[in-house]
Structures are given as C-alpha cells and as structure tokens.
Antibody
Framework: QVQLVESGGGVVQPGKSLRLSCAAS????????IHWVRQAPGKGLEWVAL??????KKYYANSVKGRFTISRDSSKVYLQMDGLRVDDTAVYYC?????????????WGQGTLVTVSP | AIQMTQSPSSLSASVGDTVTITCRAS??????LGWYQQKPGKAPKLLIF???FLQTGVPSRFSGSGSGTDFTLTISSLQPEDFASYYC?????????FGQGTKVEIK
C-alpha cells in the first residue's frame, strides 16, 4: 500500500538550515506529485510546496518562497529549509496527490517535527 | 494569495445531528475546493475534492456543495468518530491555501 515516511526533523536555531526527506513506497513514485504541508503547534494546516511528478514544476507558499526548496530523486522528495525562523516551527507532512490527473493531497505521512528555537 | 475563510471556527453537536461548515474564498475558485478531516495527533484525511466528489472510502454522510466563492461541507447524522477538525483547501491558484479550520466537538 501507499506509504510515506518523513524524516529529518529536529531542533535548530534561527537562521540555520535543515533538510527534510519523504521516503515513498508502495506506488509508482515517478508518476505522482508530492506536497509538503505543515502545522504549527495548536494551529491549522498550511500548504507549503508541491513538486510535479517529473520535477519539472515546483510551487511554494509565499511564506517560504526564496527560503525553502523542494526537490526529488528516484524514491524521495526533499524539502531544503534555509534561513529558518521561529515561525517555521511545525509538524511537516508530505503527501502524495490522489492521482496523476488530480493534485489533491490524499496519502499522507505521519509527519516530522521541526522546532526552530534560539 | 487566495484567502479561505471558514465558519464557524468551532461548534458543539450531538451524535445524530446534521452539521454544516462553510468556506468562503476571496475570489472565484470555480469548484476547485477540497475538504479534510483531522483528528488530534494524526495526519489529515481527504474527504471531498472538486467541491462535491467523495473520496473513495469516505462515508456517504459527508457531502460537499458550492461553487465560485461559497462552499459547504455537510455531515449528516453525526457519528462519534466524526468529532474532529475540518479544513477546506483551494487548488484553483498557487499558492494553495487552507481555511483556518473548524473544530467539531461533542455537546
């Protein structure tokens, strides 16, 4: 079955960098786009980024544009986070789109916690 | 970015009630709207996409409607497992944006 596993979270100081990974299995990875969505403690969901199935297009939330970079290889999607700020503290989820014809995030990982603290 | 405004932010209801949550977009998004359910400590779950299409495996007591700027999620005959937070998400335009969420609590 579809499985997504995030890793790479941790505690980091403001201004530093962190790279999250999303390992995929149970489906034809190269056929699907992958999203990153985050949730600050006690807050709502925030869409962060999307990379198309072939990596040809990438989209970002305004709050992370220019600081975060989404990429992919043959089995993982990455979120490179530079210039981290305290308000980037959140659980970060990766999610696979529902189908190659529809980008709705439908299959989710369990999330990885990123804490940005002085 | 398109702003999504959900209401109410929370509500109390009883098992068996019908619950309605609304989501308003700051501009016309056609039917490019989805609804998600999230329980504490868990990842979100897609319920509805394209404003009214039920995701596979989602009970038929969940339904969605609307187009343009005004959308509704209806839960008929609320069940104990439905007490959760609900979010709308627009995919009409990048960046995608979520509503701020609605928490459905037990009365």
């Amino acid at each position: 079955q579809v499985q997504l596993v995030e890793s790479g979270g941790g505690v980091v100081q403001p201004g530093k960098s962190l790279r999250l990974s999303c390992a995929a299995s149970g489906f034809a990875f190269s056929s699907y786009g992958i999203h990153w969505v985050r949730q600050a403690p006690g807050k709502g969901l925030e869409w962060v980024a999307l990379i198309w199935f072939d990596g040809s297009k990438k989209y970002y939330a305004n709050s992370v544009k220019g600081r975060f970079t989404i990429s992919r290889d043959s089995s993982k999607v990455y979120l490179q986070m530079d210039g981290l700020r305290v308000d980037d503290t959140a659980v970060y989820y990766c999610a696979r789109e529902i189908s190659y014809a529809s980008s709705w995030p439908a299959y989710w990982g369990q999330g990885t916690l990123v804490t940005v603290s002085p | 970015a398109i702003q999504m405004t959900q209401s109410p932010s929370s509500l109390s209801a009883s098992v068996g009630d019908t619950v309605t949550i609304t989501c308003r977009a700051s501009q016309d998004i056609r039917k490019d709207l989805g609804w998600y359910q999230q329980k504490p400590g868990k990842a979100p779950k897609l319920l509805i996409f394209g404003a009214s299409f039920l995701q596979t495996g989602v009970p038929s007591r969940f339904s969605g409607s609307g187009s343009g700027t005004d959308f509704t999620l209806t839960i008929s005959s609320l069940q104990p497992e439905d007490f959760a937070s609900y979010y709308c998400l627009q995919d009409n335009n990048y960046p995608w944006t979520f509503g701020q969420g609605t928490k459905v609590e037990i009365k």
